[in-house]
């Protein structure tokens, strides 16, 4: 059964670096599926953030410009998100999942999705 | 503003069927058919329901199915059960620069 768990600071003071990784259990991360992030701000729908695949090749949401950077530790079977200067707007509830390709978003397995508040 | 288009809520009688749309345009919906639906309970991961826009996941119910129509995509839950009430999202592929783009959801409640 393949198993996603996102780990990461729960609170994020504003223009600081949200940091989530995520922890893929029951199938290899370099097995042929795109890894991604999705996030829902409380009370919101799902607003799809990037996917990263095990050669690191990435696509994301060009909504977040630059401020997104994905990576994968294929040696750990994780991959990671970083967003950098966040304002309270990136406040929400993110989520990992396997992705089936770039082209199509099918998204099987999700982790159980953690919450991030930007506050000071 | 999401990209896709959903209706904000519909509802239904245990027994009854229901269909959810989602409009899209000929650079997403309409021109690919990697359309995906997903189910929320509050406070609880999506799950997939649907993929490749009519095709079910092993252990999704056959209550629920999808179809398309030209920028529309459709998800048509019959018999409706209790357990059914929860957040449907649909997404698709998008040849913008976005890549993927999920509707803004609808709430299905059953009466």
């Known amino acids: 059964q393949v198993q996603l768990q996102e780990s990461g600071p729960g609170l994020v003071k504003p223009s600081e670096t949200l940091s989530l990784t995520c922890t893929v259990s029951g199938d290899s991360i370099s097995s042929g599926y795109y890894w991604g992030w999705i996030r829902q701000p409380p009370g919101k729908g799902l607003e799809w953030i990037g996917s990263?695949?095990?050669?690191?090749?990435?696509y994301h949401n060009p909504s977040l410009k630059s401020r997104v950077t994905i990576s994968v530790d294929t040696s750990k079977n994780q991959f990671s998100l970083k967003l950098s200067s966040v304002t309270a707007a990136d406040t929400a509830v993110y989520y990992c999942?396997?992705?089936?390709?770039?082209?199509?978003?099918?998204?099987?397995?999700w982790g159980q999705g953690t919450l991030v508040t930007v506050s000071s | 503003q999401s990209a896709l288009t959903q209706p904000a809520s519909v509802s239904g009688s245990p027994g009854q069927s229901i269909t959810i749309s989602c409009t899209g345009t000929s650079s997403d919906i309409g021109g690919y058919n990697y359309v995906s639906w997903y189910q929320q309970h509050p406070g609880k991961a999506p799950k997939l329901m649907i993929y490749?826009?009519?095709n079910r996941p092993s252990g999704v119910s056959n209550r629920f199915s999808g179809s398309k129509s030209g920028n529309t995509a459709s998800l048509t839950i019959s018999g409706l059960q209790a357990e059914d009430e929860a957040d449907y999202y649909c997404?698709?592929?998008?040849?913008?620069?976005?890549?993927?783009?999920f509707g803004g959801g609808t709430k299905l409640t059953v009466l």
């Open positions: 490749d826009v009519s």
């Open positions: 990263i695949y095990h050669s690191g090749s990435t």
């Open positions: 997404s698709s592929y998008t040849s913008s620069s976005t890549f993927v783009v």
């Open positions: 999942a396997r992705v089936q390709s770039m082209i199509d978003p099918k998204t099987d397995y």
